[in-house]
């Protein structure tokens, strides 16, 4: 039997809405760039062009393809080549059988696109996915340090496109095709240590919940602070000196041959006052607290692995 390709009869447009005439579409097999046939009627009798194109109105035609197959891998591009989109590890479904379900199971990778983020308990890899490291990916002789094959291609174009801060080796080119055509490797995001949060404005105004956080990738936050001086809250430290209020000080007179204040033998049991120094305080100093260490900004965290889709 033949299952039918969910995007016939539809319509696709640019960014104003406008159709795109001569789109492409390129089916290859589940997880290769290896041709696959697409057919014009539901017996698979006729075959269509590969890659199939958009009419005046910028309608793809109807699309069969053979369950035998089981999944297909579709690439849509403009008619100049930059993809639209590239999705693959998509079940072929036909009409259903018995008790209504589709004769193959729908595989859970179809669900995500390519760019798309994983959570995953566990490490190593996964297949159709590299993980967010921050090595990087590229063609099959490029040298790429986290996956050189020819089925990073997607994911190498859409991050290009998405985020013009990750490193190309060598620099950057013309285009996203024509880096990986250069065999330079890309560098992957980097999500180790880090949490996900969203952008700051995300389309939408700035929220101000994280200042400047408007731009893709952009790292923020540290495990640990020090307080300068102008963080510190503003504070005080409360020191009293009592007066001692006007007063003198007794002085016993001295001895023989001494005069008054003057001890040069034994004293006569006598004293005298010294001149009152009047009222007055003394001055204090008040000691340091605390060692000056960084503090822990780390909130409560478990690690995973962060994978991303090819």
């Known amino acids: 039997m033949s299952g039918f390709w969910p995007s016939s009869f539809t319509t696709i447009q640019d960014l104003n809405g406008r159709p795109i005439v001569g789109a492409k579409a390129y089916f290859y097999a589940a997880g290769t760039t290896t041709p696959l046939t697409a057919y014009q009627d539901y017996g698979l009798t006729t075959e269509h062009p590969n890659p199939l194109q958009t009419d005046g109105f910028g309608r793809f035609p109807a699309v069969f393809l053979d369950e035998d ?29 018995g008790g209504g379900a589709p004769p193959a199971p729908v595989d859970p990778n179809a669900l995500y696109d390519t760019g798309d983020l994983k959570a995953r308990y566990g490490e190593g890899f996964v297949a159709g996915y590299v993980r967010g490291n921050g090595r990087s990916i590229g063609t099959a002789t490029s040298g790429a340090t986290e996956r050189a094959n020819s089925d990073c291609q997607a994911l190498y174009e859409f991050l290009w496109n998405a985020d013009p801060n990750l490193t190309v080796a060598g620099g950057r080119g013309g285009s996203a095709n024509a880096d990986w055509t250069a065999n330079k490797p890309l560098d992957l995001p980097d999500f180790r240590g880090r949490a996900l949060v969203g952008l700051d404005d995300m389309g939408n105004i700035a929220a101000g919940v994280i ?30 000196i009592n007066s001692g209020g006007a007063h003198t000080h007794g002085i016993e007179k001295g001895g023989s041959g001494g005069g008054p204040g003057v001890q040069n033998g034994p004293g006569d049991g006598t004293f005298t006052n010294t001149e009152s120094g009047g009222a007055h305080t003394h001055t204090g100093t008040v000691g340091n607290r605390g060692g000056g260490q960084a503090h822990n900004n780390l909130q409560p965290s478990l690690a995973i692995t962060v994978y991303i889709r090819l």
């Open 69 to 97: 197959d089981e999944f297909y891998r579709v690439r849509v591009t403009t008619p100049g080549g930059s993809i639209l989109y590239d999705s693959d590890t998509i079940p072929i479904i036909g009409p259903s059988e």
């Open 211 to 240: 200042t400047d956080l408007t731009d893709l990738g952009k790292k923020v936050g540290a495990q640990t602070h020090t307080l300068s001086i102008s963080e510190m809250p503003v504070h005080d430290h409360p020191l009293t």
